[in-house]
Every structure is written in C-alpha cells, then in structure tokens.
C-alpha cells in the first residue's frame, strides 16, 4: 500500500519522467510538476473547480463536482481519490476505493466544462466524519512530442468530507506551541466529532502584542487528529505563557489558551 506524507513546507522529489513535485497543504493546489529540458518556461492551462469542498451527507451516495477550463487549450487529467488522515502532526494520503471518481480521465475543451461523479462504494453511513482528498493532475497532451523548457502541469487537491448520521460536534480543539526538530510549531488537537479549517491566525504573546501566521488558510485539523504547523517566532525571545490563539475556526473568529512546550 503506497502512503503519501504531505507536510505543510516546500519540498521538492523527483518523479517518473523527470518531474518535480513541490508539495504545499496549506495552498488547494497540492502540486506542481514541471518537466526541465531547458531554460523557457512554458506554462500549462488552469482548471477552475467547484465546489472547493464537496461534502456527502450521512445518506447520500453520489456527488458531483465541477471542473471548467477557461483558458484557451485543451486540458488533459487524472482524477484519483485517498483517505485522508494525520498522523505524526502530518497530513497523509492513501489510496481508497471507498469512493469511485468518474470519469477518471479528462479532456477539456476550451470554455468548456467537466462534471466529476464521485460515489461511495459502502451504502451504510460512517459512524464519524470520514475525510478524502480528490486529486486532479494535469496531463501532457497525448501525442505530443516532448519540448524544450520546462511545461508547468497542475495538482489540485480538493477536501471531500462524509458525514455520519447524526450531527457532530463542534471542533474541540487544544494549541500547544512546541519546538519539533528545532522549529517552532503549533499543534493543534482536534477533540471533537467533525474537521476544523483553520484560517486567518495569529498568536498574542503575553503583552498583548501579535504575531501573525497567516492571512488565509493554516491548515485542517480533522476529527479525532493531530496536526503540527510550523511557524515563526522572533529569534531570542522564547515565548512565555500566557500565550494566545486568535484563528478563523470554519470561518468563526475565535480566541484560544496556547499551551507552552520547550519554550518558557
């Protein structure tokens, strides 16, 4: 079984037929994967996808997802679908047939539209909230004879969430910033019964004073997980408690106690 470990940072590995994957959780789009060949950059179309977050209720088992091409080239890709769970304050990925995405091959025309069926092989609901990522790659043009430069081909990475029957609870989550392979990182537990997207944060230090991580999206901690996110601190002053959390949880401004791990 192949396992996927997707950090949060910038990392580059060398693929089959010399690609290079850079992977980035934090951003919808996953990957980018480049052929080098030369020096020109020849940059591939871009899908826009709907719903960024497609969700199945407990008794539904088929959703739909669409994937347009407003650029002026034909779109080739592969849909494939994994589990998505965190373990080790990471997000990883493995492959599933829990859900069946069709069709698992694109070709877009120009200006035009693709739905995406994905449909749950179990017809039973999950006892708690199940979490996938759907991953759309974009493909070289079948046939075509390899060019110079480099062509810049797109991984998009979509959350898919099941529901279970009843309503879950809200995130209950617990901060703690703690040093990991001497880096600051804040790790956040998710306690409760369904997923926490964890938005515009920032944390307040014990003068009151804020120190921004981001302005869009940190990160997800899902049901029952872990996740680390590491961030910046000022060099040489170790943060003491209290220390707080100000963060968008499901896009609800929220204030938190952060728990100090190694640094004061």
């Known amino acids: 079984m192949t396992v996927f470990r997707l950090g949060a940072e910038r990392r580059a590995v060398t693929g089959a037929a010399g690609f290079v994957r850079h992977t980035a959780l ?15 950059l020849a940059a591939a179309a871009t899908l826009q996808i709907s719903p960024v977050n497609a969700e199945f209720a407990a008794k539904q088992n088929a959703i739909g997802m669409t994937l347009s091409n407003p650029g002026d080239t034909t779109v080739y890709g592969q849909v494939r679908i994994y589990t998505w769970t965190q373990a080790d304050g990471e997000d990883k990925l493995t492959p599933t047939d829990a859900i069946a995405a069709s069709p698992p091959i694109l070709r877009i025309e120009p200006g035009s539209s693709q739905i995406i069926r994905l449909v ?14 759907l991953l759309v790659d974009e493909l070289p043009e079948p046939g075509q004879p390899v060019q110079s430069g480099i062509t810049i081909h797109m991984r998009y990475s979509i959350p898919v969430f099941v529901a279970p029957p009843t309503v879950p609870a809200k995130p209950d989550l617990r901060f703690t910033l703690k040093t990991i392979d001497g880096a600051w990182h804040l790790e956040a537990e998710n306690h409760g019964g369904t997923r ?21 999206l940190l990160g997800y901690a899902l049901a029952g997980q ?16 209290p220390l707080a959390l100000d963060a968008a949880i499901n896009t609800v401004p929220t204030r938190f106690v952060v728990n100090i791990d190694g640094g004061g």
Do not use: C, M, Y
């Open 196 to 216: 926490a997207q964890i938005g515009a944060s920032s944390l307040v230090d014990a003068a009151g004073k804020s120190h921004p991580l981001t302005s869009g």
């Open 120 to 133: 749950r092989v179990a017809n039973t609901p999950p006892a708690t909230e199940q979490s996938f990522r």
């Open 26 to 40: 934090r951003s919808p789009l996953l990957f980018v994967l480049a052929t080098t060949l030369g020096s020109p």
């Open 226 to 241: 872990r996740r680390a996110f590491k961030v910046s601190w000022p060099v040489g002053k170790p943060p003491v408690s």
